[in-house]
């Protein structure tokens, strides 16, 4: 079974702040992705990576960043963090294209 | 770029009612079409998804339905039960892409 673990479940952060969110996931996926969830927008493309150190900007890449290191891990960092960025953040992952596999979410608070 | 509308926002049934949710996405070009279940406080986990060659797919309560020329998919869920409340997310993909496109999500409530 895949498993996708996201470091922290819930995070308080203070605005100006750099944050990071730690995503790891233990299939050799190629592909790994971050969304945001909010309520009554649903699941929004951050950022995904298909390959190591490769990037590409989603939907609402504004005011974050991700690092792809590694292929298991995949980072995401809000250089500046506001309270507008409060929100839950789901990692998941894929092999080739098939569907990704989603972590349990890290619920962020900027206060 | 790819828009998926999804409606409705919530959906309240009677215990052995049906449900039935629907999404419609803008790109011709997507052909992979998952549907998403998230209970309370936890992930969203794949529970069916269709391709653009078949029409209609069945697993046990759950079917989901595809018009490639309306470019809309449904979900329906037969015999509902408590268990069936959660939050169901439809999304699309085009061929050759890793990136998927999800709906807003639509609050399923199956009232005993």
């Known amino acids: 079974d895949v498993k996708v673990t996201q470091s922290s479940r819930y995070l308080v952060k203070r605005t100006g702040e750099k944050v990071f969110l730690e995503c790891v996931q233990d299939?050799?996926?190629?592909?790994m992705f971050w969304y945001r969830q909010d309520p009554g927008l649903g699941l929004r493309l951050i950022y995904f990576?298909?390959?190591?150190?490769?990037?590409e900007k989603g939907d609402i890449p504004e005011g974050y960043s991700v690092s792809r290191e590694k292929k298991e891990r995949f980072s995401l960092i809000l250089e500046s963090a506001s309270t507008n960025q409060t929100s839950m953040y789901l990692c998941?992952?894929?092999?080739?294209?098939?569907?990704?596999?989603f972590g349990n979410g890290t619920r962020l608070t900027v206060t | 770029g790819e828009n998926v509308e999804q409606h409705p926002s919530t959906l309240s049934v009677q215990e052995g009612d049906s449900a039935v949710i629907k999404c419609t996405y803008s790109d011709s070009a997507s052909n992979y079409f998952p549907w998403y279940k998230q209970e309370l406080g936890k992930r969203p986990q794949l529970i069916i998804d269709?391709?653009?060659?078949?029409g209609e797919k069945k697993d046990q309560r759950i079917a989901v339905t595809l018009n490639k020329t309306a470019k809309h998919f449904s979900l329906h869920i037969t015999e509902t039960q408590p268990e069936d409340s959660a939050v169901y997310f439809c999304?699309?993909?085009?061929?050759?892409?890793?990136?998927?496109?999800f709906g807003t999500g639509t609050r399923l409530k199956v009232l005993a």
């Open positions: 269709i391709r653009s060659n078949v």
């Open positions: 990576s298909y390959d190591v150190k490769m990037k």
């Open positions: 299939m050799d996926h190629e592909n």
């Open positions: 998941a992952s894929s092999l080739n294209r098939d569907l990704p596999h």
């Open positions: 999304a699309a993909a085009g061929e050759g892409t890793y990136k998927y496109i």
